[in-house]
């Protein structure tokens, strides 16, 4: 997988226009999962 830029995905965190976030679960993850997504954030 590629890595993400932050440019290409920051607005999905901006408050005036996506709103307050979502909720998000998804089964079957670890708090580690979790922190590779967010390491792939660069």
Known sequence: ???LLWDD???FFE???MG???DV???DTSVE???AV???LT
């Open 20 to 22: 307050s976030l979502p």
């Open 33 to 35: 999962d979790w922190q």
């Open 25 to 27: 679960r998804v089964p």
């Open 15 to 17: 408050p005036d226009l």
């Open 38 to 40: 967010l390491d792939r």
């Open 1 to 3: 997988m590629p890595d």
């Open 9 to 11: 995905v920051k607005n």
